[in-house]
Each structure stands twice: as C-alpha cells, then as structure tokens.
C-alpha cells in the first residue's frame, strides 16, 4: 500500500497527497548566509526564517496539516471548562490510543514537567532507552537522575539492527535490583528513540520491558511523542505485525503503558500535548497539576482549535499512507547518501536523515562540537537549517564538566509531507560537496553558555577563518549559483 512499484524499476518513494497551500522559501546568497551565520551565533536555533531555505530544524509543529486538520479547526467550540473540542478529543485519545482519562498539556515537555513533579523526587533514578533533552532536563530538575539503557548496537552508526531503539533488559533487570525498586518511581520508553538517529524499538522489547515492571511493580511511561512512525517501521520489520493493521499495532502498544504521553507538534502535526491512562489513582494524582501548570482540564494551554486539529491528526496517524511519507523519504536521503559515501544512521529511522558529524569532522575533537560545526557548515553552503544533536545538546554534569555525547549527529529533519522529493535532490548534493571539503570545516567554542538546555539559544563562534575558506571554496565550485 505504501510501497508504489516502477516499471523502470527505479525506487522513489511517491506522494501520495497533493499541495494545494503553498509558502515562498528564501535561499540567499553565501555571503548573506554567512554573515546570518555569525548573527546567530553558528547556532542554527538562532537563524531568522527569510534566510532559511529548507527549514530542517525539526519536525516539532512542522509537519503539514491535512484539508481535515484545518477544517475542524473552523468548528471548535471556545470555552474555558467544558469545551466540546475537548470531549472530541479525549474521544479521538481512547479511539487510537485507548486511554480512557486524558491531560491535556500545552506540549511534550510540559507534560514531562507533570509527570517529573508527580513523580521524581532526590535520589530517583529513571531507566530508559535513551534521554530526550527535554525528558532528562525535567527529571534531573526535580533532583532525579537518568540511565540510558540500549543495546551496543544501537551506539553502531551504520547497523542493519531493525529495532536499535531497543531496551537492554538484562541491565533493565539490573539496574533495578542495584538501586532498589522503590527508588524507580517509572520507566520510560521512548518511541522511534529521537536522539540516536529515529530509530524504534519492537513490541516484543515492549513486552520483556513490560514483564520487568510487573516483576518489580514499577510504572510502564511510554513517550509516545514519535509512536505513529515507530508502529509503520513495527509493521515493516517486525514478522509478527507484517499483517496487522497500524490501529492494531498502536493499541497493542499503548496497552503495555501504564501512562502514554506525547508532544502533539509531532504526533499528530498540530500544536499541544498530553498524558493518558486507563488507571484513574494515576489521573487523580495528576489532575491538580493541570490547571496549576498549563489550564483548566479542558483546554490544557491549547487553543481549542489546535484541539480539534490534534484530533483529527491523531485519527491521521492511523493512515499508513499518510506516516509512511516521511520515513520513506528519509530513506532514500539516507540511502542516497549513504551510496556517495557519506556516513548516515543506518537503517533509515524516522524524523529525520542523521549524518554522522564524528566520522565527517574526525579532525574536530569533541570538546570543540563537531556536530555543532557540520551543522553551521552545511547551512553555509546550502541555506538548509539542521539541528546539532552532539554535545552542544548535552548538558553539563553536576560538578559543571563537560559531557560528551555518545553520537555527534546533524539531524536534518523530514517533516510529513512539507517537502519535494527535488528539495531532497538538493540536499542530498549539497551534502555530497561537502564531504568532499570536508577539511575545511573547522570547530566552534561557547561564547554564551546558558545554564539550561543550552542548544537552544547559547552562542558560539568559529575557531579561526574556516567558513570564510570554505564559503570561497563554494564560490571557485559554484561560480555565482546561489
Ligand atoms: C519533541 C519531543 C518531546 C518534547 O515535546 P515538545 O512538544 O517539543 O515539548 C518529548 N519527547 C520526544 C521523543 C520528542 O521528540
């Protein structure tokens, strides 16, 4: 269904949807895109969007809305308690996701502000398969501390492991035990695990993770922020659910969950958040923090046609020709590069091609942030915006040093169905050139370091005159192209 076969036996991913709103793009000469560069601190959070051209930042609120989304929206009911969007939605949450209690959260992380107050408390320790930025930052806020438990395999840049995602559930089991049960207030899963490259886990680990918070009575947390894509890619490797519809999969999924919570700019590509469960202690727990952090229960900080849009799209994520076009075009981006030698996460997860800034930068050690530095580099020379995901993104420890990151990744996100498979074409060439001109990428250092998730607006400058260098490499290959 989601897999068009050509005659020519060519295999190119086809859009199974048409554009019928358009926005202009910006691509602007080098030499504005350098001095954009040092404007924003060679942090590509920082860049303005009129000199972005191809908006790789992320797939948070990026993805496209359907006819259906912004239909529903011209419906919504405005109302402070009691909003009509709200039951519709809370309806749409026990369809998909079978949760009959839902809170709303204004987004992803505030929902993990609720639970991490709930929750974590000085000297917890939360397992799980790996942190998100915004998951560990809330949980060390309250005093708690992370363990990230993974398969070596999943730490492999180039794997043909279907399901790096994984949970170690030996060092699960472990790791339990050593610490105490009763110190681990939950377990986290994380869907189509976001900062090793979109890269899922199966039911089957799902299932063994299940059977240890049983053995140890210990919450089940599923981020389900990335679940719709993690269900497609359990479909397509996965020999047990090959047949099974992505309703099916997704249910049996959120079953093994004590609480599933999720960030709505991605999951069902609107604005807004949430947590849910079946388990009504858990609700009662959390009920008061709703309205004292986000809004009343029936609006959570969310507009309410942002409600009824998140509705729609969590129906959406159930319509495999709809998920399936963003990972199948990340797919043949990684693939792609992958074929010109260009070093990628592999298999091709979801949200994004990851191009790994540690084999492309091996001349830039970690202490002045590789990744940061492909990121600034290929926005140079190709007016595409990605994200660092090294250890710019990795905060400091207790004691201030420094943290490496596992993997110095530049995450070029594919956002559902916002661009073309010759905007791909582009990337991809661009990309290639600079891997040829790899030397000439230099490394970065801090210049303002905020204390807290410091990706987000920290400032960093060039060490040296590498991106004047390579923006006149640019100029002697590309002549005046833009
Ligand atoms: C983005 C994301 C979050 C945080 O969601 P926001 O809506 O951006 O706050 C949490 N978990 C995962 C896996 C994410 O990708």
């Given amino acids: 269904m989601s897999q068009v076969k050509f005659y020519s036996g060519e295999n190119i991913p086809l859009e199974l949807h048409k554009v019928r709103v358009v926005q202009k793009l910006h691509l602007v000469p080098i030499e504005r895109r350098l001095e954009a560069l040092y404007e924003g601190g060679f942090n590509t959070f920082r860049l303005n969007t009129t000199d972005v051209f191809l908006d790789m930042l992320t797939d948070s609120g990026t993805n496209a809305m359907s006819d259906q989304q912004t239909g529903?929206?011209?419906?919504?009911?405005?109302?402070y308690a009691g909003s009509q969007s709200f039951f519709r939605l809370q309806k749409a949450v026990e369809e998909v996701l079978g949760k009959k209690y839902l809170l709303p959260a204004h987004q992803g992380r505030a929902a993990e502000n609720i639970l991490s107050k709930a929750f974590v408390k000085q000297g917890s320790l939360v397992p799980m398969n790996y942190h998100f930025t915004t998951a560990m930052a809330h949980i060390t806020q309250y005093g708690g501390k992370i363990v990230e438990l993974l398969y070596d395999e999943a730490y492999k840049i180039k794997s043909s492991h279907p399901f790096k995602g994984n949970m170690n559930i030996e060092k699960l089991d472990e790791v339990i035990k050593q610490h105490g049960a009763k110190n681990v207030p939950y377990i986290r899963m994380e869907a189509s695990t976001n900062l090793i490259g979109g890269q899922p886990f199966s039911v089957q680990n799902l299932r063994d993770v299940r059977a240890i918070a049983d053995k140890y009575g210990i919450k089940l947390v599923l981020d389900a922020s990335l679940l719709g894509e993690n269900v497609y890619l359990v479909k397509q490797r996965e020999e047990e659910f090959k047949d099974k519809s992505m309703a099916e999969i997704l249910l049996t999924m959120t079953d093994l969950a004590d609480i599933v919570y999720f960030s709505a700019r991605k999951l069902s590509s609107s604005r807004g958040g949430g947590i849910c469960t079946n388990n009504h202690e858990i609700y009662r727990e959390l009920e008061p923090l709703i309205p004292l952090f986000e809004g009343f229960l029936t609006y959570g900080g969310i507009s309410v046609r942002e409600i009824e849009a998140m509705a729609v799209g969590l129906r959406e994520t159930l319509d495999e020709t709809m998920i399936c076009q963003s990972p199948r075009f990340i797919e043949y981006l990684a693939n792609s590069l992958d074929a010109k030698g260009v070093p990628v996460v592999l298999p091709a997860g979801v949200l994004?091609?990851?191009?790994?800034?540690?084999?492309?930068?091996?001349?830039?050690?970690?202490?002045?942030?590789?990744?940061?530095?492909?990121?600034?580099?290929?926005?140079?020379?190709?007016?595409?915006?990605?994200?660092?995901?090294?250890?710019?993104?990795?905060q400091r420890d207790e004691y201030g040093n420094e943290t490496y990151s596992d993997m110095e990744l530049l995450r070029l996100a594919v956002p559902r169905r916002v661009f073309t498979l010759s905007q791909i074409k582009y990337v991809e060439d661009r990309m290639a050139w600079l891997y040829e001109n790899r030397e000439l990428i230099g490394g970065l250092k801090f210049v303002y370091e905020p204390p807290v998730l410091r990706f987000f607006m920290g400032?960093?400058?060039?060490?040296?005159?590498?991106?004047?260098?390579?923006?006149?490499?640019f100029r002697k290959d590309f002549g005046d192209s833009l």
């Fill in 72 to 79: 529903a929206m011209q419906v919504a009911d405005d109302a």
């Fill in 352 to 394: 994004g091609c990851h191009v790994d800034a540690m084999q492309v930068c091996a001349h830039i050690p970690q202490s002045q942030y590789p990744a940061g530095a492909l990121a600034a580099a290929f926005y140079l020379v190709s007016g595409v915006r990605g994200m660092e995901r090294g250890s710019v993104s990795n």
């Fill in 459 to 473: 400032g960093l400058e060039p060490l040296g005159d590498w991106p004047q260098k390579l923006m006149a490499k």
